[in-house]
């Protein structure tokens, strides 16, 4: 990494300047909606909120008292049925897992750009039905670390050989949900809205997706080993979890992920010639950290840490203003879907699963 | 950690001082024993080299020439002959993994105290030979992690509960074997030698047991990876291995190791109410770091750092000046061994392998 790539280490690689403006409908307004997505949209520079979609009419109307720019406030029911398809040309969907489907559907119906909230659905099955009828729109799937410039600089790294050849990753995401969110009926720990578990699929997908950017290699088999024991997680396999993934040419991953544990994140690559740490690595609300060794140096990077959800939403809005392909697509998610599925089944079985089979 | 504790972070917790000194016959004079055994017993408080012993007369000979406190040059025959069993208390032995029986085997003959490097042996079988032969001797497994500052003050946070229950570990140990040691033939690389396998046997076990001392917990279960693509380890199962183990209550633990890659070493142990990372961790000749989360605050530690090697012949010296019990011992020593074992024949099966069975 020389001088001049470490200038502006949080530039906008993707950015080419686009004129326009994607007016996006929000469904679902939970706390990350509201507290996250929105104010992203209303700073970034090709995104506006235009409508937002609540289970509550009363919400809906509260959360669009709040900006100027959000024109309508609709029901689940009121947009589903196709109300105010002239005023958004996107929709950005955070409802639980489960619920992904229906609302990608209705989008796709109304010819509407989708950015779907990951994981994509609560299953294999339900995440390919989503690629389906998603097919003749534009649709990606939103893992913010694809952005995130801490990632982005080390997918280069990695990929133009800096660290040698890639040998071994280490990556954990935990975090002490009931404390975030003090309610044990909470959609993430019920199977039927989450899906087949908590810590893999809803965080250590974090660790398992950012790791295939980085390493530009998807999964071929998995080992893992899950664990619940608090109450709050009877329904659940994974209070926490332990998986290893086998990538190509021999590299190994190493990941954890709890929902009952201190918030703490990492992804460490170790290569041939340098290592690599990101930490803390995924959570938005915590400064990034890089440091990066090779023969003997080591570089610790700080930077001014941009808005994790901007960088997204504005990605999202530039693609489609500039006809550009969309990553991660459809395809990119049902790959996690596969390998997740394959992380429960191995711990299940105590078994190695190969992905996809 | 209050004030009181953070005061001498290096402080040797073990230390009653003693009245004495041992004398150390080091068996088998390679870089390791001759750079940083010998140095560091020259310095220690406790004991001094008095006798050395090599395949090579000429080589003992050189080395006896360098420190004035060595008395006697002898060859492994003369050794096990039992030439100068007065001029030693104790033995040292540094041989590769499968020459460690014979050595233990002619110690316990001659009464001596045996410290013995790890790991103990090239098998289980051997292991539990060697336990036997010494079961009259005092005999300590030379795990140097043990007395090493940082390690000793993480298991005091662990046990405390500073990080409320332990959750998830991660680990790693990698180095470029074929630079430190440019021999394609040296005995780490040839299994009759060094044992099941290389990465995990011989480094892999420094995550490993030092989890097992931190935690105070024993494993149960492994999973594991390994791989081995470049022809110096065709005789060798792994090049790299990534190998993941269940402990009792559920705490897993997420570790790799590869004699082919960068030099990297980190412990990372998160709790449910705070996390903690030495990192580099195993490495005699790198800094130390440690970091510790709770509640919100991170706290970054430095110390002055001690002579890992020092730790722990003192350590040993005054355990046995002082008639108290050497940890680990040969039990201890005989769990990481059936743990490897089991994590290899994990690997070979691609099952979850139960340790002991």
Known sequence: MNVTELSRFERRDWDGDADGTVRFAMIALGWWTREKAIPAVQTSDYGDTTVVVSGSQAKADEVAGEWDSIEHALTYEAFLAGEATDAYDAVYICTPNALHLPYVEAAAEFEKAILCEKPMEASVERAEELVGAAAAVPLMIAYRMHTEPAVRRARDLVVDGVLGEPVLVHGNMSQPLLELIPDPDQWRLQPELVGYGTSVLDIGLYPLNTTRFVLDRDPLRVQAMTHADHEAFANVPDERAAFQVAYPDGVFGSFTASQHAAQESHLTVVGTDGTLTIAPAFFPWTP??????????????????????????DYFAHCLLTDEALYADGEHGLVDMRTIESIYEAARTGETVTVGQ
Request: hydrophobic share 35%; charged share 35%.
């Open 288 to 313: 990034r950290g890089m440091r990066l060794t090779v023969d003997g140096t080591t570089a610790s990077l700080d930077w001014e840490q941009v808005d994790q959800m901007r960088e997204e939403f």
